[in-house]
C-alpha cells in the first residue's frame, strides 16, 4: 500500500531578504502594529503556560490584548519547563572565550546537522542576549562568580561557555519568573487563566483559527472558546515512546487536533535521545528520569575495555577504563552533542561492555572533578541532581560513578510555522516545543529554554500584531456553525472512547504502542525496521479502538478517559513517525538510519535529496499523507560533514 504522495512544495514567505543579520529588524519594522486602543478590544487564546506560553501570555497582556490562558495541570508553574535543569544558552561572551551571536546561530546549524532555517536561528541567537536580561530583571537567582558577574558552563555542541544556570534547577526558576509575570496579569484582569482544562479541537471559521474546544478534567464540562487568533504552546511529543523524560501529562493532542484540521506536521521523525539519563530498571516503570547534561562539564564517560566486565568500578583500574567520548572525539570529548553521546552509548553496549544490572548503562565519574575541585565544589555545582541521582538509586555518586543510558526526551519535529511563528493555518501560531522551527535535526543542550522565551517573549509579540491589524475579524461565537460541529466532534469522540468498554488498560496500549517505536523509530531505524512498526501499529490501533476500557463516565474526573484521547493521537502520531523516518533515506541528527552511515559509523547525510523540512498534511480515512517539500538554502553556514573530533 501507498504510504504517501508529494504534494506542491511550501516556502517560508515571511522571512526577509538580505543579509541574515538584518533580517529580524527588517522583519519586525515592517511588521504591522495594532494600537493600544484595539488590542483591549482583541482576544488571544495561548494553551499551555510552560516558558513559551506563559512567556507569551504574559507579555500580550502587558501589551493590551485579552488573553485567555489555559493548561491541563492544577497550576501553570506546574508546566514541564519546570523540569529543566542544566541551563539556557545566550551568546554574552561574558567568558571573553570567543563567544559571539554568529557564533551560536552557527553552532545551532551545524548542531542541528544542517537541516533547520538559517532566518530562523540567527534570529534566536540574537534574541538570546535579551532574555538573559529579562530573566535578570525579573530576580531569576542565576549563579554568579565570586565578583557578582553571572556565571556561566559548558553544554554539548560548543567549545565556549555560554550556558547561564540556576544549579540543576535553571528551567524551574525561569518558569518561576514567567509565572510571576503571568500571575499579575491575572491579578490584573489581563488574562483570564483556565488550569485543569485539556484542549480536544481547533476551531475552524472561514479557514482561519478562531477558537478551541476544551473539556474541564474535573467536572467534565465540554465548552467551546472563541476568540481573534489561537497560540499552541503545548510542548513535544516524547511521550509516544511511552517511557521517556517528559512528565506523564504531556501529550500531543493539541497539535494533533490542529494537524487533523490542516496544520502541517513537520518533520515528526526528528526525536532527540538524551545520553545521561538514569538507566530503565525494570517493566514497572511508567517514566525515565533526566540527569543534566551540565553533569558532562566535570564527569567523565566511561566503560571497561574488556566486555562483560561484571567487577566494582573502584576495581576497575585506569588501564583497563575506554573514556570513549574523549578517545573518539578528542576535540569535544565528554561535550558532544546529544546525538552523538547517544549512539556512543549504544554502541558501546551493543559490543557488550555496558555496566549495571541491564548492561544497558555507561559510567559518568566524577572522581576526577572531585580531586581536582574538592567536594564542596561539585556539591556547588550539582548538589541537588546528586541528591535526587541517590534517592532513585539508593547509591551515592560522591563515592562511585552513576550509571546512565540514553533516553527520547525532546522533539525537534512539531507543526510547521513561517518565520512569524505562524502556521499555513492563518491565526494560527505555534510556539516552543510544538512548532518544528529552529532545532533541525538535533537541538543542542540548553536551547530548549532559550527557545521558549525567545519565541514568548520576543518574537510571537511582534509576528502576532501583524496577522491581527489586518483585520478587525468578524465576531464569533460559540453558536457559530464551525464553533458547534467542533464540539460535536469532541463529545462524539469521547462517546466513542467510552463505548469500546473491552477488556485491556490504556497504560497497556500505550506501553506496547511505546515498546515499538523505541525498537524500530528510536536510537536506530532502518527500512524493514520501520515497515514492520508501521504494521504493528496500525495492528495495534485497531485493537484499541476494539478492546480499550475506558471506566467511568465523561461528566466527571476522569484520567482513563484523558489518557485514552491522548494515546489514541499516539496511535496517529507514531504512524506519520515511521512513514517520515521511512521516506528520508538519509541519516541526520536524531533520524539515524542503519543503512546510512560512513565507514567510522557517523550520520551520513544527503544534502542533494533530503535538505528539505518535510510538512506532512493530514489525510483522512486512510488515504496516504501528503508530503510538502520546504527547501532549506544555506548561504551563511554551508554543509559540511559534521564532525567533533
Not at 487536533?257 to 514497572?284: E, M
Not at 543503512?595 to 542533494?608: C, K, L, V
Request: net charge negative; aromatic share 8%; proline share 4%.
Amino acid at each position: 500500500m501507498e504510504l504517501f504522495t508529494e504534494g506542491d512544495p511550501i516556502a517560508d514567505t515571511k522571512a526577509p531578504a538580505g543579509p541574515v543579520e538584518k533580517r529580524w529588524e527588517t522583519r519586525r519594522f515592517e511588521a504591522k502594529l495594532v494600537n493600544p486602543a484595539n488590542r483591549r478590544k482583541m482576544t488571544v487564546i495561548v494553551v499551555g503556560t510552560g516558558l513559551a506560553g506563559g512567556s507569551a501570555a504574559a507579555t500580550l497582556a502587558e501589551q493590551g490584548y485579552h488573553v485567555k490562558s489555559y493548561c491541563y495541570q492544577d497550576s501553570p508553574r506546574r508546566a514541564h519547563s519546570i523540569a529543566a535543569q542544566g541551563g539556557i544558552n545566550a551568546a554574552k561572551n561574558y567568558r571573553n572565550d570567543g563567544d559571539s551571536v554568529h557564533r551560536l546561530f552557527y553552532d545551532t546549524v551545524k548542531g542541528g546537522d544542517f537541516r533547520s532555517r538559517e532566518s530562523n536561528v540567527h534570529r534566536l541567537a540574537e534574541v538570546s542576549v535579551n532574555i538573559i536580561d529579562q530573566c535578570v530583571a525579573q530576580g531569576v537567582p542565576f549563579a554568579r562568580e565570586y565578583g557578582g558577574l553571572l556565571d556561566t558552563r559548558s553544554f554539548g555542541g560548543a567549545q565556549v561557555q555560554r550556558t547561564f544556570y540556576a544549579r540543576g534547577q535553571t528551567g524551574q526558576q525561569l518558569l518561576l519568573g514567567a509565572y510571576q509575570a503571568l500571575e499579575r496579569q491575572i491579578g490584573l484582569g489581563n488574562v483570564e487563566m483556565n488550569a485543569r482544562h485539556e484542549m480536544l479541537e481547533l476551531v475552524l471559521v472561514d479557514g482561519k483559527a478562531r477558537g478551541i474546544v476544551v473539556r474541564d478534567l474535573v467536572t467534565g464540562e465540554i465548552s467551546t472558546e472563541m476568540a481573534d487568533a489561537v497560540v499552541l504552546a503545548s510542548g513535544g511529543y516524547g511521550n509516544v515512546f511511552y517511557l521517556s523524560t517528559n512528565a506523564k501529562g504531556c501529550n500531543v493532542t493539541a497539535t494533533w487536533r490542529a494537524h487533523r484540521k490542516g496544520a502541517y506536521f513537520a518533520n515528526p521523525c526528528y526525536t532527540q535521545i538524551h545520553p545521561t539519563c538514569i538507566p530503565v530498571s525494570g517493566d514497572h516503570q511508567s517514566k525515565l528520569t533526566l540527569m543534566s547534561e551540565s553533569l558532562r562539564n566535570d564527569g567523565r564517560v566511561w566503560v571497561p575495555k574488556t566486555k562483560g566486565d561484571d567487577r566494582s568500578p573502584k576495581d576497575i583500574g585506569e588501564d583497563e577504563r575506554d573514556y570513549y567520548l574523549e578517545r573518539i572525539y578528542p576535540s569535544f570529548g565528554n561535550l558532544v552533542p546529544r546525538d552523538i553521546a547517544s549512539r556512543a552509548a549504544k554502541n558501546v553496549c551493543d559490543e557488550g561492555r555496558g555496566v549495571g544490572p541491564t548492561k544497558l548503562g555507561v559510567y559518568l565519574d566524577f572522581a576526577d572533578a572531585i580531586g581536582r575541585l574538592g567536594r564542596k565544589a561539585i556539591e556547588a555545582k550539582y548538589g541537588n541532581l546528586f541528591e535526587m541521582y541517590e534517592r532513585i538509586t539508593g547509591e551515592d555518586p560522591y563515592e562511585v560513578p552513576m550509571r546512565i543510558y540514553p533516553a527520547v526526551h525532546y522533539t525537534m519535529g512539531g507543526l510547521w510555522v513561517d518565520y512569524d511563528l505562524q502556521s499555513n493555518i492563518p491565526g494560527l501560531f505555534v510556539i516552543g516545543e510544538a512548532n518544528f522551527s529552529d532545532h533541525g535535526a538535533n537541538r543542542l543542550g540548553a536551547s530548549a529554554l532559550m527557545q521558549g522565551l525567545a519565541d514568548g517573549y520576543f518574537v510571537l509579540p511582534t509576528t502576532i500584531a501583524n496577522y491581527l491589524a489586518s483585520g478587525p475579524l468578524e465576531k464569533v461565537d460559540a453558536s457559530h456553525p464551525a464553533a458547534v460541529e467542533a464540539r460535536t466532534d469532541v463529545e462524539d469522540r469521547v462517546q466513542r472512547l467510552l463505548a469500546v468498554n473491552g477488556d485491556r488498560t490504556v497504560d497497556s496500549f500505550h506501553r506496547e504502542l511505546g515498546q515499538v517505536m523505541w525498537e524500530h523509530c528510536g536510537m536506530e531505524r532502518s527500512e524493514a525496521g520501520l515497515r514492520k512498526a508501521i504494521d504493528e501499529i496500525r495492528a495495534l490501533r485497531e485493537q484499541f479502538w476494539q478492546r480499550v476500557k475506558v471506566s467511568g463516565t465523561g461528566e466527571e474526573l476522569n484520567q482513563s478517559l484523558e489518557k485514552a484521547g491522548r494515546v489514541a493521537d499516539f496511535f496517529e502520531l507514531a504512524e506519520l513517525m515511521c512513514i517520515d523516518a521511512l521516506h528520508r533515506e538519509e541519516s541526520c541528527g536524531g533520524h539515524f538510519r542503519a543503512e546510512h552511515q560512513t565507514p567510522d559509523g557517523e550520520a551520513q547525510r544527503d544534502d542533494d535529496r533530503f535538505a528539505y523540512v518535510a510538512a506532512w498534511e493530514f489525510t483522512a480515512d486512510g488515504a496516504p499523507s501528503v508530503l510538502h517539500k520546504e527547501d532549506l538554502k544555506f548561504e551563511y553556514v554551508h554543509p559540511t560533514q559534521r564532525s567533533y573530533k
